[in-house]
């Protein structure tokens, strides 16, 4: 199936495009690890069930050195052993933070508590950032029916230079 609409083939879409991409190349170069960045997109994507974010973000992460097992498991982070505590908690934070109709009081003081923890100020402001971001994208891409599969790593990169 086609996507319904292609944001980048009219003019007011494109325009806006560009600037939500150029807001994440912001967040790329953020002291937020990189490995948790892919990891935090790819987990709200996996909830929002975006194909197309999944797919880039797959991919990206393996490009940069992200293993295998590592992605494989982030949709089961809570039952595996391959994440780190920091990573745990931004993994956690991600979910609350895309599953905000699901609770009345969107991210718990347990999860805040622990990414505090783990991140300093402009860490935990890149994360905070990057969730409401990739949720955006989800919503974007879902929308107009994006599908994943024909993503290939850098093409994010070489169409906000």
Known sequence: MD???N???NAFADKFMKRFANAGMVLH???LPASTQELVSLRASQINGCGWCIDMHTKEAAAAGETAVRLHLVAAWRESTVFT?????AL???EEGTRLADTHSGVSDETWDRVREHY????TAALICLVALINAANRLAVTVHQRGGSYEA???AAAVS
Do not use: C, K, T, W
Request: avoid cysteine.
């Open 3 to 5: 996507a319904r609409f």
């Open 154 to 156: 850098g093409m994010f």
């Open 29 to 31: 170069q953020s002291s």
């Open 120 to 123: 300093d100020d402009d860490q």
């Open 7 to 9: 944001l980048f083939d």
């Open 92 to 94: 956690a934070f991600a």
């Open 85 to 89: 505590d920091a990573e745990r908690a």
